[in-house]
Structures are given as structure tokens and as C-alpha cells.
């Protein structure tokens, strides 16, 4: 498939230039194997000037990429040096990669300003340094940087220097939106010119300073430009590059040209979802078409209208990019989102359900009382369960202990724990790091005698958030907790005056939860 809009990864690059984003060389190169995998035409590997990135190549160069080409990325050479002395152009070619990207100044203020160098140098170092890197039989991309303010302030010139790496043999020159501020209207307008000045390709590289990263990107292709640079997640210096996981489904389904093979888009949200797992960065959930809100229906209007026409809400199908819908249930829901979300969580309803009412009075009532279960589908799930099926949870807690002393600098936490299964009483004490520790290995060793199955479970997080509740009985704690059992994940809820019993609460749950599951 030969592609309309070629994706041209630079998170490795100008992704690793993030504020809290510290890639080793391993990261680099299990994403640029998944970025290779998912179907992305070039990956900028960084720039061999620095150790990393040195050994980031030397290491790919042993790998074997199904699609994607590699770039290594540096600069024009130096002004007053001739290019065959110049070392950092020599760093480029020993990266050994087919591709090799240079950036150049377009902007006079720059040129003038920070390189302290003529126009007519600036010129020739542009053309001196495509030509150089094209005879060593690399594909040259040239990346014009500060692209359109450089245009903004002398049109003429900007355009000199794109002709200059036209020249020199550049097989794309890619207009760079580098402090990120320009509108689309004006990425619009001077792209047009670029294709009509060069007979070479187009690219753009915009950044995301005011908002416009996928915007500006998404205007430069329909001016005619064919390639986009940008990051997975928007990584990048200041607010990030151009979103990838945006442009590239909007280029796909929206302008409709052919751009990552089809069967890749539906793993989109899967390779977000690992490049913020290497870059050890929570999933952003209100991210567009790949965050977990990205299909997410609250409002009960809503969700009723979806229930009988996904298109009433719904931009796109989800599947599409790997997203999935989920319908929210909270104090704004309706008996639409209850029947949706119990069908989800695997029980028969419809709206006819008579249980249905006492659910949703029910639901409506512990959020008052600071309940949340958007996320605690496991306290959710119970719920609906006690409700709709009339059962007896497997277990009941009859009573416990916990105590703290401490020990010269060392504080010792103790739980002792009282439960009831089937007419028969188990009664444990467990130490524990903290006293809600100590009260998990206390209930889980008493519950265990009965249910072998509760050994692997674990948990995974503990959140507590002080409310203050409009009912006015003055600050309430809420638990959110995360348990696993190594192959599954389920969140629970508690919530009381006092944080012990909140947390208890919630920990009933996640085990009753995980009972009632298999
Ligand atoms: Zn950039």
C-alpha cells in the first residue's frame, strides 16, 4: 500500500525532550519495534551526538524493521567549517541509518541572532550539508525550522533557504512550526506556497504550544504537504508535538486517505497505551479518541439515546481505534445507563427490570452519602447483584481490631479479624505494615481457610480523598481500592467518618468481588 500522508515518529527525539520523560536505550528500542509493528513509515531515533543515542543506533542497526525507516537527526554544519570536517555531520552518517534528517535556520533573526552567521553562509550551509549527506547515498529530509514566523518576517528569504536544500538535493523539505504559536489559517497559506516553490514533497512538523499541534498538521495536509512529524501522546518540549494518536485516525477516518495500514488502527489505543507505560506516565483518560472518557456516556439522556442509535453520541465506532464504550453510572444516570452497565457486568436486564428502581434509588443514595463508582465497578457490580438476584454475600465480617504501638522508632501495626461463613466463625491476627495492611492479611487469612482461591489476590492501589459531604456530618473519608489476582483487575469503594472502617469496607468488597466472579 503506497500511502497518502506519511507518519514520521519523532518521539524518540523530540518526545524524550519532556518534561519527566527519561527513555534508556531498551525503551528506545521496544518502541521504535512497535512503532515499526503498528505500521509508522519513519522513526527518528534521536540525535547521535550524545552517548545514548550513539548506542541507540549502533543497537538498531542489528534490527531488522518490517516498514518502518530509521532517521538519525542533527544539524546543518557548523558555519566557517567545511562539511567533510564537520563532526557532528560525521556523527550522522556513522549512525548508519537510510534517513537522515537536518534541521536549518529559516528565519533571519535567527540566523542573524543566534548563529551570527550571513544570509548567503546560512544558504550555503544548507545546501552544502544536503548535498553531502545525498552523496553518501542517504534519503535527506530537511527540516525548515522556525518555518512560518521566519516567512512571517521575510518571505523571500524563508523561501531562499527551502530552495536552498531543493538544490542541495533534499527529497523532502518539512515546514516546522517550532514555538508552536501559529493558526492553522496561516500553516494553511504559506504550505501552499512551499508546494508551489519546490518541486520536491512537503512535510509539517507543528508543535502544540497553543492548542493547534494537530489542528496546524491537519491544515498543512490539505494545503498540499504529505508527510506529518509528530509524537505518540503529543510527547514533547513545553505542551508537546502533534498528538499522533490524533492525527493519525483523523487523517485515516476523516480526511479518508490512505495513511497506516488498516488493520493498525484498531490497535491504536493498545500502542498509546504502551509508550505511556515505557514513559512510566498515567494513561490520560480525557486524551481524544484513545483515552478511556473517549467514548464514556454519563448523562442519562444520553446513554438512553445511544441505547437505540450509537451515531446519536458517538463521533465514530470505537472499535475502530481500539477504544471501547462505556456507560458511567452516577447520580446523573438513568435506568438507560443501569441497564447498559449491568448487561456489561454480565447480568440479564432491560428496562422493564422492576429491580431496576431500587437499584438506581440505591445508587443515587450511597453517592449522596460520597460514594463513587466510576471507579469501583466491583462495589458496583455487588451491588447489583444483591439487588437483582436476592443472594446472601459468601461471607459476613462479625467484628475486628487493630492496634498500633510503637517501638522506639519502629511502629508495629496488629488486626485481629472475626468471620462468619456458612455457620462457622474464623478468627485470625496478621501484622502489617500499616493498620489497613494489617487488616487485609488479617481478613484474607481468615477468609482463606474457606476459599483457597483468595491467596493470589492482592492489592494493587489505595487511594483515600477526605469529602465533605453536603449532608453536613462533617469530613467523610473515601477509599478507592485496586486489587489483582496477577491476571485480572477490580476496584472497590468505602466510605465512613472513620478511615479504618472505610477501608474494610472496601476491602470486603474486592474479595466478595473475586468470589463471586469465578
Ligand atoms: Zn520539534
Known amino acids: 500500500m503506497i500511502p497518502e500522508v506519511e507518519i514520521y515518529d519523532t518521539t524518540l527525539r523530540d518526545g524524550s525532550q519532556s518534561e519527566g520523560i527519561n ?15 503498528f505500521g509508522i513509515h ?5 540525535w547521535p551526538a550524545n552517548p545514548k543515542d550513539i548506542e541507540f543506533f549502533a543497537q538498531a542497526q542489528r534490527k531488522r524493521f518490517k516498514r518502518a525507516r530509521l532517521a538519525a537527526f542533527g544539524s546543518t554544519r557548523r558555519k566557517g567549517v567545511a562539511v567533510e570536517s564537520d563532526e557532528q555531520v560525521r556523527l550522522l552518517l556513522e549512525a548508519e541509518t537510510p ?15 543566534v548563529l551570527r552567521a550571513t544570509p548567503e553562509e ?5 545546501a552544502d550539508t544536503v548535498r553531502f549527506l545525498k552523496d553518501h547515498g542517504r534519503f535527506v529530509i530537511y527540516d525548515a525550522e522556525h518555518c512560518f514566523d521566519g516567512y512571517k518576517e521575510d518571505a523571500e528569504y524563508a523561501i531562499a533557504t527551502w530552495q536552498a536544500a531543493e538544490k542541495g538535493g533534499a527529497d523532502l523539505v518539512v515546514l516546522c512550526d ?3 504559536g501559529c493558526l492553522p489559517a496561516e500553516i494553511s497559506r504559506i504550505t501552499a506556497v512551499a508546494c508551489g516553490k519546490l518541486s520536491v514533497k512537503v512535510g509539517i512538523h507543528p508543535h502544540n504550544d497553543i492548542g493547534l499541534g494537530v489542528a496546524n498538521g491537519l491544515a498543512a495536509l490539505e494545503a498540499g504537504a504529505v508527510q506529518v512529524q509528530g509524537t505518540i501522546n503529543g510527547y514533547g518540549e513545553r505542551t508537546g508535538n502533534c498528538n499522533l494518536t490524533s492525527i493519525i485516525p483523523a487523517v485515516a477516518l476523516k480526511m479518508k486517505k490512505r495513511c497506516v495500514p488498516e488493520s493498525s488502527l484498531a490497535k491504536l489505543k493498545e500502542l498509546s497505551q504502551f509508550v505511556d507505560e515505557i514513559a512510566n506516565i498515567r494513561h ?14 454519563k448523562a442519562g439522556t444520553h446513554v438512553n439515546a445511544i441505547q437505540k442509535l450509537v451515531r446519536s453520541y458517538e463521533h465514530i465506532e470505537p472499535a475502530r481505534i481500539g477504544n471501547v464504550r462505556r456507560v458511567l453510572v452516577s447520580d446523573l444516570a438513568g435506568r438507560s445507563n443501569i441497564v447498559m452497565k449491568a448487561r456489561e457486568l454480565g447480568f440479564k436486564a432491560s428496562n422493564e427490570t422492576p429491580e431496576l428502581k431500587e437499584i438506581l434509588a440505591r445508587i443515587k443514595k450511597l453517592e449522596h452519602e460520597g460514594f463513587e463508582f466510576e471507579a469501583a465497578e466491583g462495589s458496583l457490580a455487588l451491588l447489583m447483584r444483591k439487588i437483582l438476584k436476592h443472594e446472601k454475600p459468601p461471607f459476613s465480617i462479625e467484628g475486628y481490631h487493630v492496634s498500633i504501638r510503637r517501638d522506639r522508632s519502629i511502629s508495629v501495626c496488629q488486626a485481629s479479624v472475626k468471620v462468619l461463613v456458612d455457620g462457622e466463625f474464623e478468627h485470625t491476627i496478621a501484622e502489617g505494615d500499616g493498620p489497613v495492611n494489617a487488616l487485609d492479611q488479617a ?3 481468615a477468609l482463606v481457610k474457606f476459599f483457597p482461591q483468595l491467596k493470589r489476590v492482592r492489592l494493587a492501589d489505595y487511594k483515600v480523598r477526605i469529602l465533605n459531604t453536603s449532608a453536613g456530618t462533617g469530613a467523610r473519608t473515601r477509599v478507592l481500592i485496586e486489587s489483582t489476582d496477577g491476571k485480572d483487575e477490580w476496584s472497590t469503594v468505602g ?9 474494610l469496607m472496601a476491602l470486603s468488597d474486592s474479595l466478595e468481588y473475586r468470589l463471586l466472579q469465578k
Open 23 to 37: 527513555f534508556s536505550v531498551m525503551d528506545k528500542l521496544r518502541i521504535a519495534e512497535r512503532l515499526d509493528a
Open 42 to 46: 519513519y522513526i527518528e531515533g534521536g
Open 443 to 445: 481478613l484474607r487469612a
Open 178 to 180: 517550532t514555538n508552536g
Open 122 to 126: 546560512n544558504l550555503g550551509m544548507i
Open 284 to 297: 490520560d483518560p480525557r486524551q481524544p479518541w484513545v483515552g478511556e472518557a473517549a467514548f464514556a456516556h
Open 99 to 113: 534517513v537522515v534528517t537536518i534541521y536549518g535556520k529559516t528565519w533571519l533573526l535567527h540566523v542573524k541572532e
Open 495 to 503: 466510605v465512613h467518618d472513620n478511615i479504618i472502617e472505610a477501608s
